[in-house]
């Protein structure tokens, strides 16, 4: 990537750093969105832990959802697990069959208020884009490729670790991708039920009518998913560029 176009990259990320690091030093440019003796800057915790905890729960979620879709997609890709695709599909469907509101109110019964159910539809929503991506890998890998790799003696594990996996990793990437910047804002409504998240800053600016509230937690949420977009993305392409050659 140029210099010219990653430079509004580093300028988001110092930008994201310098306020989670001192919050007030931008209190003058919330002020004129608040009513007179509201604090602009959000003062019912500390912005950047709950900066950091919000990333967390995003990429534990999808950590464990890229291990179950990817171990997914290749079962159904091989010749003995084939027959289990339409049961594959119905489990990675299931997140956005259900609104992430409506896994929240059924979890919250059987594991409690807190991170648990937060993480359950974070996982949930996660898997559908990573199974779909990694899936239509490892079945448009070259017919001609795999044939010469088996004529040189190459056995299926063999094919599949040195070649399928390596020829697919950048379409997995992009489902990683997809469902990382997915979940940032998601995650946001685990505070309705007690998760730690940025979604509190967002909560509280609704409930005291705290316009300035709100735009923090929401330009927090869209600066991570941006800066994480951008990094991904940029992974994807070296594996591309890698890819062919």
Known sequence: MSLVRLAPRIILFLLLVGFLASPDSLDFAFRPLVQTNAPAIYNQGDLAALTLLHVRMVFI?????????????????????????????????????????????????????GNGPTLVALFLYALLPIFENTMTALTTVPQNITDAARGNGMTPIQIFRQIELPLSLPMIVGGIKIS???????????????????????????QSNNLAFILQGALLVAALAILVFDLLSMVERSLMKWKAA
Do not use: D, H, W, Y
């Open 61 to 113: 979620a999808t950590f464990f959802a890229t291990i179950i879709a990817v171990a997914l997609a290749i079962l159904v890709t091989r010749p003995f697990g084939a027959e289990f695709l339409p049961l594959a599909r119905t489990v990675v469907n299931i997140g956005q069959t259900f609104p992430p509101v409506a896994v929240l109110a059924l979890a919250v019964p059987a594991m409690g208020f």
């Open 180 to 206: 990382t910047v997915i979940g940032f804002g998601t995650a946001t409504i685990g505070s309705t039920v007690a998760a730690k998240t940025l979604g509190e800053v967002i909560i509280a600016g609704l």
